[in-house]
């Protein structure tokens, strides 16, 4: 099935730095979503985005949803141990309920 | 947040035997949800999409008389993995869709199947 390019595809940080994610897709996607997996664990919403444009922030993470409609970008600020996991973004057709999933970047934060 | 529920989180299973996984949404209702199957270090890769009362959707490629799905109410699909092989050992994962002011989708805990 088709998948989002997700990137990069992991990432090694130190605690209290700030992390960058994006995503773009050939599609336009009426709804970008970004996700959070743990392991052993099923993904945990994050951000919802529904406008081209929409900027939305959850503490320390910031999500944009790219103006084209095809890309969007995950901030965390000053990382924590705790966010280690894998990120994964997720697009939404209009009209429809299926996800398409991105790659994943995986984060692991070093103290 | 909504509660998707998923059950076992983990079974083995000898080859050859069927497994059935269980999917609820706790506290809404859900006329769609979603299977799908994850490998190590790999995204989601959707398998089918189950909807109330009528037959399962599922991707190209997967094989609808071994993964049975029924969706018999609004809070409860069942994926069932049947004659299993060692290659089903995998993490399956459902969704519940949520539709309030905005559509969204939930997560269960997954899955973890091993045949042996």
């Known amino acids: 099935g088709q998948q989002l390019n997700q990137s990069p595809q992991s990432m090694f940080i130190q605690e209290g730095e700030d992390v960058s994610m994006n995503c773009t897709s050939s599609?336009?996607?009426?709804?970008w979503l970004w996700y959070k997996q743990e392991p052993g664990e099923g993904p945990v919403l994050l951000i919802a985005?529904?406008?081209?444009?929409e900027l939305t922030s959850n503490g320390r993470l910031t999500a944009q949803f790219g103006i084209t409609r095809k890309d969007s970008f995950l901030n965390i600020s000053a990382s924590i141990p705790s966010d280690v996991g894998i990120y994964f973004c997720?697009?939404?057709?209009?009209?429809?309920?299926?996800?398409?999933f991105g790659t994943g970047t995986q984060l692991k934060v070093e103290l | 947040g909504a509660v998707v529920s998923q059950h076992p989180s983990w079974v083995i299973c000898k080859s050859g035997t069927s497994v059935k996984i269980e999917c609820r949404s706790l506290?809404?209702?859900?006329?769609?949800m979603f299977w799908y199957r994850q490998f190590p270090k790999q995204s989601l890769m959707l398998m089918a999409t189950?909807?109330?009362?009528?037959?399962?959707?599922?991707e190209q490629g997967v094989e609808k008389d071994k993964f049975l799905i029924n969706h018999a109410s609004l809070t409860l699909s069942t994926l069932t993995v049947t004659s299993a092989h060692p290659e089903d050992s995998s993490f399956y994962i459902c969704?519940?869709?949520?539709?309030?002011?905005?559509?969204?989708?939930?997560f269960g805990q997954g899955t973890r199947l091993t045949v042996v």
């Open positions: 599609s336009i996607f009426n709804t």
């Open positions: 189950s909807n109330e009362g009528s037959k399962a959707t599922y």
């Open positions: 997720a697009g939404q057709l209009k009209g429809g309920n299926k996800l398409t």
């Open positions: 985005l529904y406008k081209a444009g």
């Open positions: 969704s519940a869709i949520w539709t309030g002011d905005n559509t969204e989708a939930f």
């Open positions: 506290d809404f209702q859900a006329t769609t």
